[in-house]
């Protein structure tokens, strides 16, 4: 029998951990010995280890700007400039947004900035049509960010689902995924009523968050918007780095590799992380 081959120029995999308490409060004192990490059911040593890691955020905006948007659209962008305003004012020099605005196509609006009135003015020109291609947004922003150095996240501003991309639900899922991405959705959705919201357009956006660390937030709009990018922040500026070189597994074989977290002395403690990784060549 022809026996694997396990290659030994394996990539380092880098997770980023956000760890809260039973009450929600984020947790931001615990060390490496805490943590237990098993790719594709194979224990792993942790060789890098950063509590709060300051490590440059790289942070993709993508806008719906679908025609259901149009009253909302003022209001969120000033909630978008806040945050803005607050993810250069604090932090790593070298964090930095870019923004896509998303209808019937993906426009992007500007590449990776520090210069936060760039993006203001693009907000203030962006005009609501009909359609929205999401999944196309976030396949083309997650290869955008694959080779940025740091941490990579991608925050989408919408009312829900996906009625014009050429690329599905799995496609953009890879994407993220290969680009290391953490991705927070926030959906704006004046209607209280299921009947009238796309609760499967919801619940893509909730899986995309949960399979790579991110959360889903129904914030509605003004101050509730508000805290919700704050909120966001404090996740990014709490967040462990936790990397290892996997050992046991093959790699460089293209699969997707089942990443598992724990934190087994503390089962009150709750952990957000992706799912696992694409073992790419």
């Known amino acids: 029998a022809q026996e694997t081959v396990f290659r030994v120029d394996t990539r380092l995999v880098r997770l980023l951990v956000t760890v809260k308490d039973a009450t929600g409060n984020l947790v931001g004192s615990l060390s490496p010995t805490n943590f237990t990490v098993k790719d594709n059911n194979v224990a792993q040593e942790i060789s ?10 790289s942070v993709v905006l993508l806008v719906d700007i679908s025609a ?9 962008t000033t909630s978008i400039s806040k945050f803005l305003q ?3 004012g604090e932090g790593n020099p070298d964090d930095a947004a870019a923004l896509y605005a998303f209808n019937y196509q993906v426009t992007l609006m500007n590449s990776f900035t520090r210069r936060v009135m760039r993006i203001e003015d693009s907000l203030k020109n962006l005009k609501p049509e009909a359609g929205t ?13 694959r080779d940025r150095d740091g941490r990579h ?62 959360r889903i937030f129904h914030p509605t709009i003004g101050a509730e918007l508000e805290r919700t ?6 996740d990014l500026r709490t967040q462990y780095l936790v990397g290892y070189y996997p050992k046991g597994v093959p790699s460089g074989d293209g699969t997707f590799h089942r990443v598992l977290v724990s934190i087994p002395d503390r089962k009150d403690l709750r952990i957000s992380t992706r799912t696992g990784y694409y073992s790419d060549r």
């Open 68 to 76: 259901s948007t149009a009253k909302d659209i003022k209001y969120e």
């Open 229 to 234: 990018f704050a909120e966001i922040l404090r």
């Open 48 to 57: 890098v280890f950063e509590r709060q890691t300051a490590q440059p955020l």
């Open 86 to 88: 607050m993810l250069v």
């Open 133 to 145: 291609a999401f999944y196309d947004a976030v396949y083309l922003s997650s290869r955008e960010l």
């Open 153 to 214: 996240v991608i925050i989408a501003v919408t009312d829900g689902g996906d009625t014009a991309s050429g690329k599905k639900f799995a496609d953009a899922e890879a994407a993220a995924h290969r680009a290391d991405a953490v991705f927070y959705s926030i959906v704006v959705v004046p209607i209280t009523n299921p009947a009238g919201r796309n609760l499967g357009g919801e619940h893509a956006l909730e899986t995309l968050a949960t399979n790579t660390g991110g």
